[in-house]
Structures are given as C-alpha cells and as structure tokens.
C-alpha cells in the first residue's frame, strides 16, 4: 500500500506539474512558435508566465482541499504539503524558464541535457512531496483516503489519456 500510494503521488504530481507547465509554455497555434505571447490581464497588462502558474497551482491547492475536505486539525500537515507544492511550482517554473531561454542557441545535445536537468529536478521535487503528503494521510479519516485515492487515480489515469490523445 505504502508504495502504491508513492507511486500514486508521484504520478499525479508529475502529470499536474509537467502538464501545466507544457500548458503555459505552449506555442501559439499558428505564426512563429519561437515568438513568447504573453497573456494579457484583464486591465490590458501582460501577465508573466510566474504568475499564470501560480495562479494554477493555487487552484490546483483550493481544488484538492475541498475534495479531500481537509479539517482544521489537518491544517498543518496541509500547510506543509501545500507550500511545498507551491515551492515546487516556482521551482519548475524557473527550471522551464531557464531552458526556453536558452533554446533557440542549443545544440541537439545542449536541448537533451537540458530536458534531462529539469526532468531530474521536476523527480527531485516530486520526492519533497511524499513525506509531507504521508504525514498529511496518514491523519485523514478512511473517507478521506478513498477520497484521495481517487482523485489522484483519476489524476494519473486523465494524464495517460492525455498522453494517448
């Protein structure tokens, strides 16, 4: 059970953060995909790609306090999880920004390497969470277990079929 519930974590988390991050740094649909588009706020502003993924992973955090119903006496274990995600998410977000900046000047090797450094800091990241989301299920109800084992389920297997098209 401990390792499903590693791997599950580790599925899940993988697939929203990666996902997100491929949302955000899309290339437009049509026109020259090296040509960054930012998002405009609704005052006409440009909105930084920090900022739509902070605005996502806050979501993503709101989201899954209330489906797993998190009590006040659960508060701090959600505490720690949640800043850790939070902390990740900035985390990536620099990494990914870091390589779409230097891109366009890299060799297919540099771009290789360069996918593998932010793979292996996004499994780096990932690995944070997991004690910090143990120590939070192991205080939920069994309810709350189903409930979480579920939504992450339900996380992995939408990923795959992204994945599948």
Wanted: charged letters at 20%.
């Amino acid at each position: 059970m401990r390792t499903s519930l590693r791997q599950t974590v580790i599925a899940t988390t993988a697939i929203i953060g990666l996902s997100a991050f491929a949302a955000v740094a899309a290339p437009p649909a049509s026109g020259d995909p090296t040509v960054v588009h930012p998002s405009v706020t609704t005052n006409g502003q440009p909105t930084s790609t920090a900022h739509m993924m902070e605005g996502k992973i806050e979501q993503r955090i709101a989201d899954l306090h209330a489906k797993l119903q998190i009590s006040p006496a659960q508060q701090p274990q959600w505490d720690q999880f949640s800043q850790l995600m939070r902390d990740n998410a900035r985390s990536m977000d620099q990494s990914f920004q870091h390589r779409v900046q230097t891109m366009p000047s890299m060799t297919a090797t540099e771009n290789m390497q360069s996918y593998a450094d932010v793979s292996m800091a996004h499994a780096q990241d990932v690995e944070k969470l997991v004690p910090a989301f143990q120590a939070l299920y192991g205080t939920m109800s069994d309810s709350q277990k189903r409930m979480a084992d579920q939504v992450f389920r339900d996380d992995a297997n939408h990923g795959d079929q992204a994945r599948r098209g």
